[in-house]
């Protein structure tokens, strides 16, 4: 079952670091298509994708916290 309708807007975690707004274009076997604002796009599963910035930012500065530790 979908999360994302067709249109709607999401947010994905590029690099670990990078928040960025895509377009959900399609929905096929468990992947999305998504546009980028620049026109771009790329297939990738549900659990990349989040509803919102500060969803998506919220494990961005978590990863770098637990990155941090490591080091």
Wanted: charged residues 25%; without cysteine; proline residues 0%.
């Amino acid at each position: 079952m979908q999360k994302y309708q067709i249109g709607e807007l999401a947010y994905i975690i590029e690099s670990t670091i990078h928040v960025t707004q895509v377009k959900i274009l399609k929905y096929v076997g468990g992947y999305y298509t998504v546009r980028f604002s620049n026109g771009g796009g790329i297939r990738v599963r549900e659990n990349r994708l989040y509803k919102t910035k500060e969803e998506a930012e919220q494990i961005v500065t978590s990863v770098k916290a637990r990155n941090m530790i490591q080091y």
